[in-house]
């Protein structure tokens, strides 16, 4: 230990400031990258309770037939500004401040590679979703047209053609997501440039963590997939504004136009969203095995696959448009194709753990919740796959289900999995325990509880998009059972917000490595120094800290 140079801890620094020199320095005015990434999980956090309180309404709302909750323009922009939220303003926030916090952390520098293009590209993702939810502030037109978006998160033409939407909803839904996918863009250079130029000496892209292996091949989706919707984006405000008619069907244009671009983008967007909890999952569950991950080059592999073939299944998206039989057979087999990687990570995970000394721990627990629920997202979404099973169940409430199964029994679970094994990093307190355990199991129970009756309904042939629905066509109880479970999730919501509030002040002190881990970002400090490391240990396999905790055995060193 005593070849690990620790720096000052920041605690100690910030103690002879006052409360406004933090406030200005730390917060707003920042270029640091850890506190720019507090301030994406912090945003994304905030905009994951407001649009969580949205989907509970809107539970409400189906929870009983014929229900009158909120009238059927209230439900429609409720469930646009909710997914809008979630995908936008939740996922990819909170993956940014992932990354920005860490990869630096893991690779042995200082910042990332442009400080103020990062600090920009967080402000614009910011106000990008205070836009969004500025048009709850405007007055409806003259016509009654609100400026709340309510045609859903794909804003599909027509429906946002100005002959259609004559108010600004569909302004202000282009114009608040354009912000937020420049400020995506910006952090995806961001960190392909920091990770490729500024890695510590003897960090090999072989001896990389996996975390900042996987976040690399995102950066790369995201440059590749959020091109074709600004492209999409801007040629609808074309057609708005400048009489254009790209997706105008009565003046020689496709609506269906638009569904390539938005698809383009939407379905690397799963994979986006989900790769930077796969990284999570993947360091956290070999340190609490006390294995090495099995099979690291094969994940590698893996990752760099799904980023390639998960830019070309976007039409299954398209099944129902009417697209030639020999394209369906194309993205149907495309779709197949992705879940071979995706299943090896799941092998690689489970396999890390066969034989290992397993510790339960919160982190571990999220983990292996996660790995049960998108093996059942996976299973479904080849389900769906197979285009006559789609043609049948495309738009009915068996793919609110499974989209849902992915991104929260999936992503939600491992960002969960990342605050409770990063947060003594970030803080230098621990989250309880008991809480913890507490939060997972609600969270779980909630979760089956609300979305496994919905994979009934749609069966049944229970349509999605819709704000009410009449008695006896058998809906009705996996209804009820369905916006009973939202309570479940909201008591678990709640015991992590207390959780969090009360470690901040009276949490145990987790000092610089509580998890006994093996990458750099233990280290350092909890939380670490303004210039994150002293002198950055030289590293000479994939597990630096374990090299420098235990340089008598040399069984444990591989490249």
């Known amino acids: 230990m005593a070849s690990i140079n620790y ?36 945003i994304a956090l905030l905009f994951f309770v407001v649009s969580g309180l949205f989907g509970a309404v809107i539970r409400a709302q189906l929870m009983y037939p014929n229900g009158h909750v909120v009238t059927a323009d209230v439900f429609n922009r409720m469930f646009t500004v909710h997914g809008t939220t979630m995908v936008f303003f939740v996922g990819m926030p ?18 990332m590679a442009f400080p103020r293009m990062n600090a920009l590209g967080f402000w614009l993702t910011l106000f990008g979703g205070l836009l969004l939810f500025s048009s709850y502030l405007m007055p409806a ?21 100005r002959a259609f939407s004559e108010g600004t909803s569909a302004d202000f839904w282009v114009l608040s997501v354009l912000m937020s996918s420049t400020g995506s863009t910006l952090s995806a250079i961001n960190v392909l440039s920091t990770t490729l130029c500024m890695r510590a000496k003897g960090m090999t892209l072989a001896r990389m963590p996996l975390f900042v292996w996987m976040n690399c091949v995102v950066a790369f989706q995201i440059l590749v997939a959020l091109p074709p919707l600004t492209a999409a984006q801007i040629m609808l405000m074309i057609d708005r504004f400048l009489g254009g008619h790209f997706f105008d069907a009565s003046a020689s244009g496709a609506a269906i136009l638009w569904q390539h671009f938005f698809w383009l983008f939407g379905h690397p967007e799963v994979y986006i969203l989900m790769i930077p909890g796969f990284a999570s999952v993947t360091e956290i569950v070999p340190v609490f095995s006390r294995k090495p991950i099995f099979g690291r080059q094969a994940m590698i592999g893996a990752s760099v696959a799904i980023g390639f073939i998960s830019l070309g299944v976007w039409a299954h998206h398209m099944y129902t448009v009417g697209m030639p039989s020999k394209a369906n057979i194309f993205f149907a087999a495309a779709t197949m194709l992705v879940g071979v990687p995706t299943g090896i990570k799941i092998f690689n995970w489970v396999a890390t753990m066969w034989g290992g000394k397993i510790r339960f721990a919160t982190p571990m627990l999220f983990c292996v919740g996660f790995l049960f629920q998108f093996l059942i997202a996976g299973l479904t979404g080849i389900m769906l796959a197979v285009a006559p099973f789609d043609w049948q169940l495309k738009s009915s409430y068996f793919l609110v289900a499974h989209f849902h199964y992915t991104l929260i029994g999936g992503l939600l679970f491992t960002l969960f999995a990342a605050i409770y094994y990063w947060f003594p990093k970030a803080t230098g307190r621990m989250l309880s325990e008991n809480l913890g355990k507490w939060h997972f199991w609600l969270l779980v129970v909630g979760f089956h509880v609300t979305f496994d009756p919905l994979h009934v309904a749609g069966w049944l ?99």
């Open 94 to 111: 909170f993956i940014a401040g992932l990354a920005n916090y860490l990869i630096p952390l893991m690779i042995g520098a200082r910042d």
């Open 141 to 161: 037109g003259a016509a009654g047209h609100g400026a709340v978006p309510d045609f859903g998160w794909f804003a599909y033409a027509p429906l946002t053609e």
């Open 7 to 42: 720096p000052i801890p920041y605690a100690e620094e910030r103690r002879k400031r006052s409360i406004w020199s933090m406030l200005l320095e730390d917060w707003i005015f920042t270029v640091d990258h850890k506190h720019l990434g507090l301030m994406y999980v912090i």
């Open 461 to 559: 042939g229970m349509p999605r998009r819709i704000y009410t629905y009449p008695t006896g066509r058998g809906w009705d109880t996996w209804n009820y059972i369905s916006s009973l479970g939202v309570g479940i999730q909201a008591a678990a919501i709640l015991i992590f917000v207390i959780n969090v509030l009360v470690s901040l002040f009276v949490g145990q002190r987790a000092g610089n490595d509580p998890w006994d881990a093996w990458t750099l970002e233990w280290a350092t400090t909890s939380p670490p120094a303004k210039y994150n490391f002293a002198v950055v240990p030289e590293v000479h396999s994939s597990r630096p800290l374990w090299d420098l905790k235990h340089p008598e055995d040399p069984d444990w060193k591989y490249e």
